[in-house]
């Protein structure tokens, strides 16, 4: 888990900062960012909150994939918070 919160953020800028760097205002993609990292943070305590209880495996593995959207959306934010 640690390794993919860590990794992802990087393998995201390689990436997409090319992308980013074509558009004169990045404002846009570091308020989007902070959505989608709003929203995913969201759906992991409802995810816990709903089956944690019930259905563990369920909320482990979208644990996982929500963190995995956190860590991504948090790369996707720093590129424009950074410029």
């Given at each position: 888990?640690y390794?993919?919160?860590?990794?992802?953020?990087?393998?995201?800028?390689?990436?997409?900062?090319?992308?980013?760097?074509?558009?004169?205002?990045?404002?846009?993609?570091?308020?989007?960012?902070?959505?989608?990292?709003?929203?995913?943070?969201?759906?992991?305590?409802i995810?816990?909150?709903?089956?944690?209880?019930?259905?563990?495996?369920?909320?482990?593995?979208?644990?996982?994939?929500?963190?995995?959207?956190?860590?991504?959306?948090?790369?996707?934010?720093?590129?424009?918070y950074?410029?």
């Open positions: 888990m390794s993919v919160m860590l990794g992802a953020p990087v393998a995201f800028n390689w990436a997409f900062g090319r992308f980013q760097s074509r558009f004169p205002y990045r404002k846009q993609f570091l308020i989007l960012g902070i959505y989608i990292r709003s929203l995913s943070f969201i759906g992991m305590a995810i816990t909150f709903l089956f944690a209880k019930t259905n563990p495996l369920l909320a482990l593995i979208s644990f996982y994939v929500l963190i995995f959207i956190f860590s991504l959306s948090g790369g996707f934010a720093g590129i424009a950074t410029d």
